[in-house]
């Protein structure tokens, strides 16, 4: 069965501590990202990855880290330097190009982030 | 990054057809016009992409003028279960990050 996994759905970070964040795909897409969401916002842009071993920033990219050593995983960790973690975090990846049309992303289910 | 504009919110009955427009103003030769649908607490899930003129599928269809500054969702025959933030992404796939803007999207409620 096909698709994009993140875990866990829910996760609590306490003050001063780094989280991780789970992403696989078994999709064989190309490229990978990661998106907040606060309460009735839209989706911004954390950070993306085109190709294993290379990441860019997005628009909101301070107090997170990421790394992509597989090209089905690509996790997120919140460190303690992001201040307002509490989020709807969402993994999503895409072909790149399959052929039909472009950079269609496909998403995971989200992890709800709070703080203790 | 190409800008896009919806409108906020948008209500509906049951049966009925919504059109919700985006515009984007500077859009740019190789971009391509894509639709999200997303319920709450879950990820966004593709509705639609096209280049100009019209694209139908099985779920909506999307016009697109000639001048191509903005593109309208056509969703035949709404039922609740359409109630969901639609939005509209403007960029090509070979930039990655200009298609990366979701924007604040359009609140569909629609109603019995």
């Known amino acids: 069965d096909g698709g994009i996994t993140q875990s866990p759905k829910y996760l609590f970070r306490k003050e001063g501590q780094n989280v991780t964040l789970s992403c696989e795909q078994n999709l064989n897409h190309d490229a990978m990202y990661w998106y907040r969401q606060d309460p009735g916002q839209g989706l911004r842009l954390i950070y993306y990855s085109q190709i294993v071993n290379d990441f860019q920033k997005g628009d909101i990219a301070e107090g997170y880290s990421v790394s992509r050593e597989k090209k089905e995983s690509f996790p997120l960790t919140v460190t303690s330097a992001q201040k307002n973690p509490t989020a709807f975090y969402l993994c999503?990846?895409?072909?790149?190009?399959?052929?039909?049309?472009?950079?269609?992303?496909?998403f995971g289910a989200g992890t709800r982030l709070s703080v203790l | 990054l190409a800008k896009t504009t919806q409108p906020i919110s948008m209500d509906s009955y049951e049966g009925q057809e919504v059109n919700i427009t985006c515009s984007h103003n500077?859009?740019?030769?190789?971009?391509?016009i894509t639709w999200y649908q997303q319920f709450p607490s879950q990820g966004p899930r593709f509705i639609i992409q096209g280049y100009k003129t019209k694209v139908t599928n099985e779920v909506a269809s999307l016009f697109i003028p000639a001048d191509r500054k903005s593109s309208t969702l056509s969703l035949p025959r709404v039922s609740l279960s359409d109630t969901a933030v639609y939005y509209c992404l403007v960029g090509d796939g070979d930039t990655g990050r200009r298609a990366l803007t979701f924007g604040s999207g359009t609140r569909l409620q629609v109603q019995p």
């Open positions: 500077n859009i740019a030769t190789n971009d391509y």
């Open positions: 999503a990846s895409s072909p790149y190009h399959d052929g039909t049309a472009k950079n269609i992303q496909y």
